[in-house]
T-cell receptor
Framework: DVKVTQSSRYLVKRTGEKVFLECVQDMDHENMFWYRQDPGLGLRLIYFSYDVKMKEKGDIPEGYSVSREKKERFSLILESASTNQTSMYLC??????????????FGAGTRLSVL | DAKTTQPTSMDCAEGRAANLPCNHSTISGNEYVYWYRQIHSQGPQYIIHGLKNNETNEMASLIITEDRKSSTLILPHATLRDTAVYYCIVRVAVRGSTLGRLYFGRGTQLTVWP
């Protein structure tokens, strides 16, 4: 089974702190994604990466950055956390290539609270 | 832009078939339909996908109309553990890449009752 592991299930940070959310996948997937999920807004794509050191902005990249130094790891960085970044953050990965290989597998999520 | 329309909620008796509809009237010829579900406080889970033929796997069946403007996900014998939000998604190709974007709308909250 594909496993996507997010480093924390729950995280509480203070406004202005730098926050790192880590995601690791164990299936040698090429593509990785970061979403946030808020009530009434569904899942929104923040950033994605289709290769090591490559990244693309999603729909809501403002206030976030990402890092992908190794194929299996994709980090989401909140440079200066703000209260409106309180949310559930979901990481996903997919193999890449043909359509079946684009099935995304998700981690369990990190519920971040910024106080 | 989710490109799909689903009912907000549905319910189903345990052991009965759950039929979840989805409209995707603007789907183009090479776009696949994906179904995911999300159980409370967990990440979304892939269920099934299809292009124009009906598909079946161990979790569900997917029926796509001939004009491809709508589809139905069928859970043949719903259980309490099938209570979740179900998302119908049309994959959108990213220009210059084989990487497909998935737009998650609000989905359908399916409640299975005993």
């Amino acid at each position: 089974d594909v496993k996507v592991t997010q480093s924390s299930r729950y995280l509480v940070k203070r406004t202005g702190e730098k926050v790192f959310l880590e995601c690791v996948q164990d299936m040698d997937h090429e593509n990785m994604f970061w979403y946030r999920q808020d009530p009434g807004l569904g899942l929104r794509l923040i950033y994605f990466s289709y290769d090591v050191k490559m990244k693309e902005k999603g729909d809501i990249p403002e206030g976030y950055s990402v890092s992908r130094e190794k194929k299996e790891r994709f980090s989401l960085i909140l440079e200066s956390a703000s209260t409106n970044q309180t949310s559930m953050y979901l990481c996903a990965s997919s193999l890449g290539g043909g359509v079946a290989k684009n099935i995304q597998y998700f981690g369990a999520g990190t519920r971040l609270s910024v106080l | 832009d989710a490109k799909t329309t689903q009912p907000t909620s549905m319910d189903c008796a345990e052991g009965r078939a759950a039929n979840l509809p989805c409209n995707h009237s603007t789907i183009s010829g090479n776009e696949y339909v994906y179904w995911y579900r999300q159980i409370h406080s967990q990440g979304p889970q892939y269920i099934i996908h299809g292009l124009k033929n009906n598909e079946t796997n161990e979790m569900a069946s997917l029926i796509i109309t001939e004009d491809r403007k709508s589809s139905t996900l069928i859970l043949p014998h719903a259980t309490l553990r099938d209570t979740a939000v179900y998302y119908c998604i049309v994959r959108v190709a990213v220009r210059g890449s084989t990487l497909g974007r998935l737009y998650f709308g609000r989905g359908t909250q399916l409640t299975v009752w005993p």
